[in-house]
């Protein structure tokens, strides 16, 4: 029977019911993530007219300037969750120590991006939101519940601030997209159980870092835009600059998306995601839509130990098939002959 009109809530809730052993704590998260996540779209979508847009003139941990948007999509998040009760300790992009919630009975960490694509604010341009949930040790405040390998995530979503406002998330059965009805307030069901197509039909890359990549890279991507019908070859390119929006078009229509190191900036060695709050839990997602997310040095995003809570890591993440492609150029095993 086709359900008409599943609300995000009532999604949560079905699916806690068939965990007799759930405490409802990840549900009364996640609810209140939905709230923030309402909050801050209608801020999005008012940015042009609430003088909210420029720089809000403070520098952030990762040396980038702070957009009031980010300001405002991390002030929200943070308060919400510090207040639910839910979780112990917080990490965001924009916070450059870890957000300890001292008396909570919380059982579950959250990293977030609160508003990726910042650059995106001014030009109109799809941006989100980006979190990840493991679970606590105890509700004791502890760093280390941050810094834990993406394979013990227990959630993991984002909301993409786009042509309409979508909620995709997992909690490790599957990838559950949600559309934000603003006339009522309420996101619905609209994309149960995303599969990334099997093969893509798109590369996300900045190609101006061409002469900054490794050669293994560009001979990956010579290789997509060498012509192949048989294979499908070449892709069409396609880059948003709002990791978030060309993430979701790829889960959706097919794609690999390449942010791998490069020689531009000797601060960044690493590339320029975080492992944290943005490549982990793309990570988690993809893998369960399907896909599959690596470095240029072709380890798993999900097993990777992290070190600092903003660590950088190269990322490489979309279908499946392509992303094992990249892994043997990366591993030297094919060059563009082959
Ligand atoms: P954020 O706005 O959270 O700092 O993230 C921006 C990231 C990511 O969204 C995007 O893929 C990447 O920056 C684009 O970087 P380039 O402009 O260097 O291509
Ligand atoms: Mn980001
Ligand atoms: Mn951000």
Known sequence: MKKFGVTVSGHIMESQRL????????????????????????????????DILGMSGDINVQGEYVQKLDEFANNTIKRRLAASGYVSIMASEEEADAVAVENSSGRYTIAFDPLDGSSNIDVNVSIGTIFSIHRATNSTPNEADLLQPGRRQVAAGY????????????????????????????????????????????????????????????????????????????????????????????????????????????????????L???????????????????????????????ESLHQRVPLIIGCKHDVDTAERFFKGEMNETS
Request: zero cysteines; proline letters at 6%.
């Open 276 to 306: 944290l709050y943005e490549a982990a839990p793309l990570a988690f997602i993809a893998e369960q839509a399907g896909g599959r997310a690596i470095t240029d040095d072709g380890r798993d995003i999900l097993d990777i130990e992290p």
């Open 19 to 50: 965990h007799p052993e759930a405490t409802g704590y990840l549900t009364g998260l996640l609810n209140e993530l939905i709230v923030a996540a309402k909050t801050i779209s209608a801020e999005v979508n008012m940015a042009g007219l609430a």
């Open 159 to 274: 909301i993409i601030y786009g042509s309409s406002t979508m909620m995709v998330f997992t909690t490790g059965e599957g990838v559950h997209g949600f559309t934000l009805d603003p006339s009522v307030g309420e996101f619905y069901l609209s994309h149960p159980d995303i599969k990334m197509p099997g093969r893509s039909k798109y590369y996300s890359i900045n190609e101006g870092n061409r002469n900054y990549w490794n050669p293994e890279v560009r001979a990956f991507i010579d290789y997509l835009r060498e012509e192949d019908k048989a294979s499908g070859r070449p892709y069409s390119a396609r880059y948003i600059g709002s990791l978030v929006a060309d993430f979701h078009r790829n889960l959706i229509a097919g794609g690999i998306f390449l942010y791998p190191r490069d020689s531009k900036n000797p601060l960044k060695p690493s590339g320029k995601l975080r």
